[in-house]
């Protein structure tokens, strides 16, 4: 019997000599030749694809190709058994760069296609974004020879008993400050009870929101070395390249905010370049079709969604109504019209769509330019929308009709609608969800006296004077949520039903993390009427937040306001420092400091100057 042979057109043969030896066909069939060219096509498909297609190719190709060459050219002898190795060495190279890649198809292969798709539509992203970045990465902004704003500084109080109030406002901002510089330096925030860090998802990977938010009390505050030291941090430190997704409105109030408003104060350049750059990585959130931003945007990969709690994947008006007075800042700094562009498209869709009763729900598509769910609250989803209306006419130098007009018509129809009086008189904005009142107000609601008071004076039809009034009655209702609890703070919210007026009835709605917004009222009516009991207001908050939120290492929220002996949250806010203690320190001084007819206070009570038409950048 034969020996088996290797390939099919071989079959041994006798020779003219009787040797046994293997003699080729002089021709081969029709099949053996398919099989041959299948055969030899597949080799060379090997082949090929090791070079060209597996990691490091080009390394492959030098190899491969031309080390022959190489090799010929420095020499021989000596060096012929060193030259084996590194072929070798090549060799085992290009075989563990195959067995890479036979993996990896693998796995890829036992993937879904929906997620292969997915995988390579995110690669796309990721390498367009990659692409814009370094375009976008170090904008050339225009010189602009810097004139500090009047009203940065101001006169030292005239009135002892005044003078004394805001050196210990003063004194309390150093307690914060320097805990939080001992215990969580360069981190976002403190944890006083804990003595160290706690940083909020709200930032992503972002660090310092406590060291920006407080840049402009610091300074307005006198406290030139700490000021130093957080700008040389800001320097060195705040990096915005993350690989994280970040709210794009809390950045935009804390962090471009606090970087415009020092950068106005003290002219350090570091901040307008740190506040253009950020907002250049904040554009991309403006990717929706109908430009509406998405709410969280990874801003390194510039992929953007919304809340997953949102009705239908909506943008909440709150957070893509509160840009538009740092945008337009970052063009009159930048000398780039996109980022006023970005806020002019936000005004067409809205203007574009019905107002259910004249009002503005909190939920708007991105993608279909439509309403959601039908609530409405002047409370938080809604509050600093309206904020904004005003303010950006304010901050036009009254130029901003488009701006003023939708401002008025949306205090009339709230008026209208969400504000009632309760049996005991006091005056309150309720929530509208679908047409029905839910008869509550939040703590963050409680900024609106002190908007209708700075709207005041620019109301229509000579309706000055009932637009006060109406400040006045919302500042009273909210200074009664503080002063019917026992530690004299105010609760998350207060319900006006059941026979209750102006107290929380529900567990989750008594805490107090150390808000602003009833303060900042008493701020407005202080500097707008100068009645006196706005400032006694104001020094009760500052005595209840020593006697309740104080901590050996700076100040802790509390967990139930009614509770005579309540426990704290562990947390010391940014907004504590950027806010709470910067309106309180207001209160107590001149009214030449941050002039109300010089500067604009954002969201994040960051101080913005009054754009005159003579300042802008050409």
């Not at 042979?5 to 066909?25: D, E, H, Q, W």
């Not at 804990?194 to 406290?223: C, E, P, R």
């Not at 709207?455 to 109406?470: F, I, K, R, Y």
Request: proline share 5%.
């Amino acid at each position: 019997m034969p020996p088996p042979t290797l390939l099919p057109f071989t079959t041994p043969r006798k020779s003219g000599t009787n040797s046994s030896v293997l003699i080729n066909r002089p021709a081969f069939r029709l099949t053996e030749k398919f099989l041959l060219l299948l055969v030899f096509s597949g080799f060379i498909t090997l082949c090929f694809g090791a070079i060209f297609f597996l990691p490091d190719s080009s390394k492959l190709l030098s190899g491969v190709f031309f080390h022959s060459q190489r090799t010929s050219i420095t020499g021989s002898g000596p060096k012929q058994d060193g030259g084996r190795e590194l072929e070798g060495d090549k060799l085992s190279k290009i075989r563990e760069d195959h067995e890479k890649a036979l993996r990896e198809a693998k796995d890829t292969l036992q993937k879904l296609p929906e997620q292969i798709k997915k995988e390579i539509k995110e690669e796309k992203q990721k390498v367009v974004q990659e692409s814009a970045n370094k375009k976008q990465a170090a904008p050339r902004l225009p010189n602009v020879v810097f004139r500090k704003p009047v009203g940065a500084t101001g006169r030292e109080p005239s009135d002892p008993q005044t003078r004394e109030r805001q050196a210990k406002i003063k004194e309390m901002m150093k307690h914060a400050w320097e805990n939080y510089k001992r215990h969580a330096w360069g981190s976002n925030e403190l944890k006083p009870l804990s003595k160290q860090q706690h940083s909020s998802s709200l930032f992503g990977n972002i660090q310092g929101a406590t060291i920006v938010d407080a840049l402009d009390t610091l300074y307005i505050m006198g406290m030139h070395d700490e000021f130093k030291e957080a700008k040389e941090w800001v320097e060195k430190n705040l990096d915005f390249n993350v690989h994280a997704e970040v709210s794009v409105f809390e950045v935009n109030i804390r962090f471009v905010g606090g970087l415009l408003s020092a950068y106005y104060l003290s002219g350090e350049e570091i901040f307008r370049t740190k506040a253009v750059d950020l907002g250049v990585k904040l554009l991309p959130a403006f990717n929706t079709p109908t430009g509406i931003p998405w709410a969280l945007l990874n801003i390194k990969s510039g992929i953007g969604r919304n809340w997953p709690w949102a009705s239908g994947g909506s943008s909440i008006l709150a957070e893509f109504g509160t840009l538009h007075l740092e945008f337009m800042h970052l063009s009159q700094l930048s000398g780039n019209p996109v980022f006023a562009e970005k806020m002019m498209n936000i005004r067409k869709v809205l203007n574009r769509l019905d107002k259910p009763q004249g009002l503005y729900p909190n939920y708007l598509n991105p993608n279909s330019g439509q309403w959601g769910q039908h609530h409405v609250s002047i409370g938080g989803l809604g509050d600093s929308f309206y904020e904004y209306l005003l303010k950006a006419w304010l901050m036009s130098d009254k130029t901003d009709e488009e701006a003023r007009k939708m401002y008025y018509d949306a205090v009339q129809a709230i008026e209208k609608h969400l504000i009632r009086k309760s049996n005991g008189g006091l005056k309150y904005i309720a929530e509208w969800k679908g047409g029905l009142l839910e008869h509550k107000m939040g703590h963050l609601t409680c900024f609106a006296g002190g908007m209708f008071a700075l709207g005041a004076d620019g109301a229509p039809e000579d309706n000055s004077g009932h637009h006060m009034e109406l400040a006045a009655e919302i500042a009273h209702t909210c200074h009664e949520s503080y002063d019917r609890t026992a530690t004299k703070l105010g609760p998350e919210a207060f319900r006006f039903d059941g026979g209750v007026e102006g107290i929380a009835t529900r567990q989750n709605e008594k805490y107090y993390i150390l808000r602003p917004e009833v303060i900042e009222t008493h701020m407005y009516m202080w500097r707008l009427t100068h009645d006196p009991k706005y400032r006694e207001w104001g020094w009760e908050a500052v005595q209840a937040l020593e006697k309740n939120c104080r901590v050996a290492a700076g100040y802790s929220g509390i967990r139930d306001v009614y509770s005579t002996q309540p426990t704290h949250d562990d947390v010391q806010q940014s907004f504590f420092l950027a806010e709470t203690l910067k309106y309180l320190y207001l209160m107590f001084s001149e009214d030449d400091l941050l002039s109300l007819d010089h500067w604009i206070f954002n969201s994040e009570a960051h101080p913005l100057p009054i754009i005159r038409k003579s300042d802008k950048i050409q």
